[in-house]
Structures are given as structure tokens and as C-alpha cells.
């Protein structure tokens, strides 16, 4: 649900880039953003996949964010879409849409220590269930990381974490487990 905080728009979109094969997904709270671009099909990253991070404060219902890596988002957050285009650090500038996210569809971080490593991964859920997500392991590391989802997994909201988001692990799990994890 999108809700109004002051001007700002606040809450969660999730949709699919433009001319690519990647979903996108932007949680907005408060004067904080936390979006995910990501066209993966299995949580271990795959050379030539996307899986681009972008955090930092917005201007009103204006983003314009850079990942780690050189990416860059721009969007502007509505009522009832998020629209904008994101460029990867070596590649064409993709347009996308967004729409607010409902049940089970949103953005899910798996974020921890796992054997001493910063695993950080990452999944979008749409409205329809199709999902994709990305990590920083190897393939070694997939059995590890389907035994520490329970301690490190959230799904991010602009509100508060509820018990709903825990009954939504459970589906999670099972795109891990769908994705080769």
C-alpha cells in the first residue's frame, strides 16, 4: 500500500524494466530509498546478470540514486506507479514502470554473516508470483545459505515488519528452492 507521509509518497512498487528481462523493485520510507534491479533466475550470481543495489535520500518524490557498482536509477513515485529508467554502469538506459506492491510481492533481503562471509542477496516478488534474485555467493554456498534464511531473512516495507512478512519466508523458501538454491 502506498501511502502519503507529508508530500512524499511512502510505500513499496515492484514491475518490470523495459526491454530487458529485469524487475525492479523501489521501497520508499520516510526521506530514505531502497531499490533492487535484478534479472536473475538463481540466487547465485551468474556472470552478465544484473543485480544492482541503489540506497540514499530522495527529493520529495524524486529519486536519483547510484549503486556501488556505477548504476544509476531515477524515478518519480506516485499514487498508484513509480516510473523511471535505469542505466547500467556498462550498458543502454531501460525505462521502467512500477506498480504498489500487495501480498506477497515486494522486495525480499536476506543480509548476515554466513561461515564468517557477508552474504547479501536479494529477491523481487511481482503481483503475479514470478520473482527473481541475485547474491554475492558461490554455488558452494547455496546449501549455507537456504540454513541461515531464517536468521537473516526480511522483507523490506516501508512500515513495520509484521508476523504476515514471516508467513511470507515460507514462499520464499520455496523460490530459493525453485531457483537451484
Not at 520529495?60 to 542505466?87: D, I, P
Not at 543480509?111 to 562471509?117: A, D, S
Request: aromatic share 6%; net charge positive; charged share 20%.
Amino acid at each position: 500500500m502506498v501511502q502519503r507521509a507529508g508530500t512524499a509518497r511512502v510505500g513499496t512498487f515492484v514491475g518490470k524494466v523495459s526491454g530487458s528481462d529485469a524487475y525492479v523493485a523501489v521501497v520508499a520510507a520516510g526521506k530514505e530509498v531502497l531499490a533492487f534491479v535484478c534479472d536473475g533466475d538463481r540466487l547465485v550470481k551468474r556472470r552478465g546478470t544484473m543485480a544492482e543495489w541503489f540506497a540514499g535520500p530522495r527529493s520529495g518524490n524524486r529519486l536519483e540514486l547510484v549503486s556501488e557498482n556505477g548504476a544509476r536509477l531515477e524515478a518519480s513515485l506516485g499514487a498508484r506507479r513509480a516510473a523511471g529508467k535505469v542505466t547500467p554502469a556498462k550498458g543502454a538506459t531501460l525505462t521502467f514502470e512500477a506498480r504498489p506492491a500487495t501480498g506477497d510481492a515486494g522486495l525480499y533481503r536476506a543480509q548476515g554473516l554466513i561461515e564468517g562471509r557477508d552474504v547479501l542477496a536479494g529477491w523481487i516478488v511481482l503481483g503475479d508470483g514470478t520473482f527473481h534474485g541475485s547474491s554475492n555467493l558461490q554455488s558452494a554456498d547455496c546449501l549455507n545459505l537456504r540454513h541461515a534464511l531464517n536468521r537473516i531473512f526480511s522483507k523490506v516495507t516501508a512500515g513495520e515488519f509484521t508476523p504476515e512478512d514471516l508467513e511470507a519466508g515460507a514462499s520464499i523458501h520455496q523460490h530459493l528452492v525453485n531457483m537451484g538454491c
